[in-house]
């Protein structure tokens, strides 16, 4: 059974630090892109971060650099999202998803590239 479940998530001041996980199962995740999108309330699901099957690359939404950090252990098959000077605009419900050969930025910030997704987990930043 494919799943991807998500953790970590809380209610946070501003300027705080929050660390989300994902734990995958049900398939070699070793070989997915795996990334972070985020659905604020009242708004669209928007692509926060993605990592690629190695690590070795990754890339951010232009309001999550220098503040968010994607890492994954294959080992454990977890990914996560280190998030640091959280802001109230950082409220959203965060997602993990699952994908492959997102080659391109066209792709890999489109939810419809990917074929795997979590429940979700709620971030609330108060100012």
């Known amino acids: 059974q494919v799943q991807l479940v998500e953790s970590g998530g809380g209610l946070v001041q501003a300027g705080g630090s929050l660390r989300l996980s994902c734990s995958a199962s049900?398939?070699?995740?070793?070989?997915?892109?795996m990334a972070w999108f985020r659905q604020p309330p009242g708004k669209e699901r928007e692509f926060v971060a993605v990592?690629?099957?190695?690590?070795?690359?990754?890339a951010y939404g232009d309001s999550m650099k220098g503040r968010f950090t994607i890492s994954r252990d294959n080992a454990k098959n977890t990914v996560y999202l280190q998030m640091n000077n959280l802001m109230p605009e950082d409220t959203a419900v965060y997602y993990c998803?699952?994908?492959?050969?997102?080659?391109?930025?066209?792709?890999?910030?489109?939810?419809?590239?990917?074929?795997?997704w979590g429940r979700g987990t709620q971030v609330t930043v108060s100012s």
């Open positions: 998803a699952g994908g492959r050969m997102l080659l391109a930025y066209s792709i890999y910030t489109n939810r419809e590239s990917y074929g795997d």
């Open positions: 049900g398939r070699t995740w070793s070989s997915y892109d």
């Open positions: 990592i690629a099957r190695s690590g070795t690359n990754t």
